[in-house]
């Protein structure tokens, strides 16, 4: 059974850092490509940052680039998401994804922004 | 960035009804699209993938269609358990761009 298992979520002051981890079984991790989508409260779905099988390549939304960086261990099965000089609107659910086509999400990790 | 533009942002139908959601992109993306399912305090579920396909486990109930700029969701035979939010997304190229939601309630 594929299983996506976000952590490192919290409550962080503005300008401050997170590192959110996405635990991945199930499946051969190394194969797929991952993502990270968040979910402010009360609104849509926003798409976050993509890495590819080897990390070769990597895009984000244009409000986290040179803040937020995505990474992957596929030794550990675990996908990443530093997360710096975070912003009041960065406060949302963030969850990890599956492969381009977004097959299969975690339950997400709640990150909140406020002082 | 490629928008997707998805009609209507909310719709009410009947046990049983037959319902259509549809989502627009800003230019040509072949047939790279997503739909998904959430239920409130839920992660999002994958129903569709490059448009048309059923991924694996979601009833035959829910059907995609199109390709290029105008694709469809539609759901028949409508129960309670369907009334959700509904997104598209399209994986064409970054950023991978969801619509606005569409939040379908069942009589």
């Known amino acids: 059974e594929v299983q996506l298992v976000e952590s490192g979520g919290g409550l962080v002051q503005p300008g401050g850092s997170l590192r959110l981890s996405c635990a991945a079984s199930?499946?051969?991790?190394?194969?797929?490509?991952m993502n990270w989508v968040r979910q402010a409260p009360g609104k849509g779905l926003e798409w976050v940052s993509y890495?590819?099988?080897?990390?070769?390549?990597?895009y984000y939304t244009d409000s986290v680039k040179g803040r937020f960086t995505i990474s992957r261990d596929n030794a550990r099965n675990s996908l990443y998401l530093q997360m710096n000089s975070l912003r009041a609107e960065d406060t949302a659910v963030y969850y990890c994804?599956?492969?381009?086509?977004?097959?299969?999400w975690g339950q997400g990790t709640l990150v909140t922004v406020s002082s | 960035d490629i928008q997707m533009t998805q009609s209507p942002s909310s719709l009410s139908a009947s046990v049983g009804d037959r319902v259509t959601i549809t989502c627009r992109a800003s230019?040509?993306?072949?047939?790279?699209v997503a739909w998904f399912q959430q239920k409130p305090g839920k992660a999002p579920k994958s129903l569709i993938y490059?448009?048309?396909s059923l991924q694996s486990g979601v009833p035959s109930k829910f059907s995609g269609s199109g390709s290029g700029t105008d694709f469809t969701l539609t759901i028949s035979s409508l129960q309670p358990e369907d009334s959700a939010t509904y997104y598209c997304q399209q994986y064409n190229s970054s950023p991978y761009t969801f619509g606005q939601g569409t939040k379908l309630e069942t009589k």
């Open positions: 230019q040509g993306i072949s047939n790279d």
């Open positions: 994804a599956r492969r381009s086509g977004h097959d299969y």
């Open positions: 890495i590819s099988t080897g990390s070769g390549n990597i």
């Open positions: 199930g499946f051969t991790f190394s194969s797929y490509s």
């Open positions: 490059a448009a048309s």
